[in-house]
């Protein structure tokens, strides 16, 4: 008999995944945390070390993992564009035999797990805002095919082991969140701006800056994930998480200057292949089902992600 839940985060070293584990040692879990360091790294995790209730393994989920928890939250694969098309092969990997492994390790013990989808499973979506019955407009043999269909098939896996093998699932499509611990050079739209801003560099905006995309702030997010998690075994989702307001780039780019004092610039460059032109979840679902609403406005959440990389670039 275990009093204290056991669970398992695979991408624990990560940006979500650091918050998580420290959101559920707080809750009086046991925590495991999984991690490759490919894109994570001890630092994001340093504070939990040394915890009686967090235990750290180096492991790669594209190998077999044997262990004994009640529940995995499976995050373990680069987020950001630059990283997982570093190495698109591996994020295929990654997502298939990754998830596979964890859903064979879930089926094996009898765990409820829940995968970190995401709003890339839309890909260049024609509807808007995307409600989780959209089908999506994905690219399959483009740049980011690697990361937006190995998301799509694990998906797929986590469904087939719902109907095949009677699993306990929860599918959560994660929509942009950002947050402290993004890492300096992880490449994607707010750690880019905020860091060129705080070092007085350009900032670089891919394309004219109209695309537009919704902020979440990492607490808000960390909560729906929690929520999802402990919903009734009938609820697997999908279900999307993000906040609803929708900024162009360019809008983004000078809040950015504006809240940190920059007197940085602002340049232009090419638009990357297959980048989308919109996004916005649609989260009736999310709202309905697990009473949740995110909280934290785009200019808060800025404030306190510029105040966290204005003190690691000290
Ligand atoms: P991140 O890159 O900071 O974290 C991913 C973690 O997974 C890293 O710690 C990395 O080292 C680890 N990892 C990668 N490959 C691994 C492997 N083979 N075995 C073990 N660990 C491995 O990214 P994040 O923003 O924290 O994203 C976490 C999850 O949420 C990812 O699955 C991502 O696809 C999903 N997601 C995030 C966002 C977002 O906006 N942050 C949006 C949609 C989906
Ligand atoms: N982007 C940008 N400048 C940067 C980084 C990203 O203009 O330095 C754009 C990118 O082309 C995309 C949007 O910002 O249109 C969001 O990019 P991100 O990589 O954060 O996430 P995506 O939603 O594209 O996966």
Not at 135 to 150: A, K, L, M, Q, T
């Amino acid at each position: 008999m275990h009093l204290r839940k056991r669970v398992l985060v695979t991408g624990g070293a990560g940006f979500l995944g650091s918050h998580l584990c420290e959101r559920l040692l707080n809750e009086g879990c046991d925590v495991l945390c999984a991690d490759n360091f490919y894109t994570g790294s001890k630092r994001n995790i340093e504070y939990l070390i040394g915890n009686p209730y967090f235990e750290l393994l180096r492991h790669d989920i594209t190998f077999p993992l044997y262990l004994e928890v009640d529940e995995i939250y499976n995050l373990a694969c680069p987020a950001s564009p630059i990283h997982y098309q570093n190495d698109p092969v591996q994020t295929t990997k990654v997502n298939v035999h990754g998830s596979i492994n964890m859903l064979g390790l879930a089926k094996r013990i009898k765990a409820k797990i829940l995968q970190a989808s995401t709003s890339e499973v839309y890909g260049d979506p024609t509807v808007h805002p995307q409600p989780e019955t959209y089908h999506g407009n994905v690219n399959c043999i483009g740049p980011r095919s690697c990361y937006d269909e190995g998301k799509r098939c694990a998906e797929t896996l986590f469904f087939d082991y719902f109907r095949q093998h009677k699993l306990k699932i929860k599918v959560a499509r994660i929509f942009n969140t950002y947050g402290p611990r993004m890492h300096l050079n992880d490449g994607r739209v707010v750690s880019n701006f905020i860091v060129q801003a705080l070092r007085g560099t350009p900032l670089t905006i891919f394309g004219d800056g109209t695309q537009t995309r919704s902020f979440c702030y990492v607490d808000d997010l960390i909560e729906g994930l929690v929520r999802l998690m402990n919903t009734n075994d009938d609820v697997t989702g999908p279900i999307n998480l993000g906040k609803p307001g929708e900024f162009t780039i360019l809008e983004l780019a000078e809040k950015v200057i504006e809240l940190s004092n920059s007197k940085s610039e602002i340049i232009f460059k090419k638009l990357p292949a297959d980048d989308p032109k919109q996004r916005r979840p649609d989260i009736t679902k999310a709202r309905k089902i697990l009473e949740w609403e995110p909280e934290v406005e785009l200019e808060e959440g800025l404030k306190r992600t510029i105040a966290y990389f204005d003190k690691i670039l000290k």
